[in-house]
């Protein structure tokens, strides 16, 4: 199985440091959701690992975050694509849980579900905390410069990101990557 990891907040939608808290203001980068259709296509199964720790401080509940996935659902649907799965960590920083990223509770959870070894499984993000999630389940770390890392752009990586992170503009830019990388392969 093909698959890859996604973050959510600043990766394929709009991130904000006041917590996306509604279906209205969950609203997709550009591009975002044209190229998880793309990957689809090409045979990937994309997942979402997300922190959400507004659900634990009580911003939102459950029911909230079920109808800003469902939005999100319906407009990838539109477009000839899908989201396989999402899972999400609902604790705040201080509740010191496993599954909360930078700790790779989340991805070990995927992988279990999926029935996959981590081998060959592609993870991105727009944070240092998705890219050391994504190593400490030995999954393939690739950064966009949207959101959080959108000062990064035209910036040398920091030395605190993991060597082996691959650096993208946007997820536009990651499917291209991807996809032209599995044809070269075949």
């Given at each position: ?22 279906p ?23 997942v ?58 989340l ?16 993870s ?12 400490a ?50």
């Amino acid at each position: 199985m093909k698959l890859i990891i996604l973050d959510r907040d600043g990766t394929i939608n709009e991130d904000s440091d006041d917590f996306i808290k509604s279906p209205e203001e969950w609203v997709p980068i550009p591009g975002a959701l044209e190229a998880i259709a793309r990957l689809n296509h090409a045979g990937w199964h994309t997942v979402i690992a997300s922190n959400q720790s507004g659900l634990g401080r009580g911003l939102f509940d459950v029911s909230v975050l079920n109808a800003i996935h469902a939005k999100m659902h319906k407009q990838l649907a539109t477009l000839g694509g899908r989201m396989d799965a999402i899972f999400f960590c609902p604790h705040t920083p201080d509740d010191n849980c496993h599954c909360r990223k930078p700790l790779p509770g989340l991805y070990e959870q995927i992988l279990d579900r999926m029935g996959i070894d981590a081998s060959g499984v592609v993870s991105v993000g727009d944070t240092l905390r998705d890219m050391q999630a994504t190593v400490a389940a030995a999954c393939e770390p690739h950064l966009v410069l949207t959101g959080k890392a959108m000062h990064l752009r035209g910036q040398p990586l920091p030395p605190e990101y993991p060597a082996n992170t691959t650096v993208h503009l946007d997820l536009t830019a990651f499917a291209d990557f991807v996809i032209k990388r599995d044809k070269a392969k075949a």
